[in-house]
């Protein structure tokens, strides 16, 4: 119930890998015939992603996953157009390699704007329009959100920002090989995607650079991925991703219907059978396999560590804030009060998930949730036994 933090490696992905780290383990940069091999296989694999995503294949730069490949949209873009200008726009809603990026930017010279969501998690595309001015270079807006599941309307974000004349970056790391996506159809300047969200290997993922756009490299050291990415490829994880990415577009027809019937039975069971239950992000702009709730009267944590105990893993928050007490930025950002935000659990359905599975983790948080109410002094319709 955990598949958003990350996803398994497919039995074929391996399988497909394997060669590329034992026999055909050549350097794609080298001049022989073993590093020639692997610079072919390295540049199959670009090209099988470029056409998956209607990409030519020059524009997928390989970087270490979806942390790397916005930081390199982000801060590369921001460095090759200072000039043009210093003001970047991104939402209140991002990633936290998304956000902090552009935070690191706004303390060396830059100015941010982050636009604020409506209580389903959306971008206000007024607020946009609003936001834009003469020196704004880019627009870095999270494709589909990672918690709530809220998917943004990209392609009139980039109309009002191309009219502007800005670039816009796309977070669609958990959009990619979830969901068809189309870079030429999005018309999109940048965008973010990570192998391990789908079934590839951990530690891999590109950066789409539309051609015609300008970035800087973070990392430098060679002529690597046309010079915007110094270092030995990856030549398996390349593979590996690229395999991911067909076997996902290729069960695509099959699995969203089916990941979206098994969401929607979720949250049709959770809010019928658990009273004082929201929904959070939108109810139909959402990804196929999230469900985000919060449940007032309990803390996130205590059903979290209730349901590991019953095997099931979930996330409260984000994986990345919880451990920490302080609510989600993107719980906040949607107005959701504090306390409330507090009761939120995300689950994120996968390719192994069944109907008996879901029925499991909805009669266990169930039962968690009354077992936690009943110690709750909170609890409106608790035991009361003190009051009479
Ligand atoms: C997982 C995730 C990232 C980070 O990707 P990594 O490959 O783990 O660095 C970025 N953005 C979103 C929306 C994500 O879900």
Do not use: W
Request: hydrophobic content about 40%; charged content about 25%.
């Amino acid at each position: 119930m955990d598949y958003a933090a990350t996803t398994p490696v497919a039995p074929e992905v391996l399988e497909a890998m394997a060669p590329y780290m034992t026999e055909h383990f050549g350097n794609p940069s080298s001049i022989h015939s073993f590093g020639r091999e692997a610079k072919q296989t390295l540049e199959k694999a670009r090209e099988t992603i470029a056409t998956l995503l209607e990409a030519r294949p020059e524009e997928i730069v390989f970087t270490s996953g979806g942390s790397e490949s916005s930081n390199l949209a982000i801060k590369g873009c921001a460095e090759a157009y200072s000039r043009k200008g210093r003001h970047i726009i991104t939402t209140s809603v991002e990633h936290h390699a998304s956000l902090d990026a552009v935070k690191h930017l706004s303390k060396n010279g830059f100015e941010a704007t982050y636009l604020p969501v409506d209580r389903d998690g959306l971008v206000d595309l007024n607020a946009l329009k609003n936001a834009l001015r003469d020196d704004t270079i880019l627009v870095s807006v999270i494709h589909a959100n990672n918690e709530v599941g809220t998917i943004q309307p990209v392609k009139e974000i980039v109309e009002i920002a191309h009219e502007k004349g800005a670039l816009v970056h796309v977070d669609s790391v958990q959009v990619v090989g979830s969901l068809p996506v189309s870079v030429r159809d999005l018309d999109i300047d940048l965008m973010s995607m990570s192998a391990h969200k789908f079934y590839g290997p951990k530690g891999m993922g590109g950066l789409y650079v539309k051609r015609g756009v300008r970035i800087l490299p973070l990392i430098h050291g060679g002529p690597h991925e046309k010079k915007l990415r110094a270092g030995t490829q990856n030549v398996a994880g390349a593979v590996g991703m690229a395999k991911a990415l067909e076997l996902a577009v290729e069960r695509m027809g099959d699995e969203v219907p089916r990941l979206t019937g098994l969401r929607d039975k979720m949250i049709e069971e959770i809010t019928s059978r658990i009273d004082h239950v929201r929904l959070n992000g939108h109810r139909i702009k959402r990804l196929p396999n999230n469900v985000n709730v919060s449940v007032e009267y309990v803390e996130g944590e205590a059903m979290l560590l209730n349901l590991d105990l019953k095997g099931i893993a979930v996330s409260s928050g984000s994986a990345c804030s919880s451990g920490s007490l302080e609510p989600s930025h993107v719980l906040m950002a949607m107005g959701i009060p504090y306390e409330i935000a507090h009761g939120s659990l995300r689950f994120t359905l996968g390719r192994s998930t069944t109907e008996a599975d879901v029925e499991y983790v909805v009669s266990s948080l169930a039962d968690i949730v009354a077992k936690l109410r009943e110690m709750s002094p909170l609890y409106p319709s608790g035991p009361c036994k003190c009051k009479d």
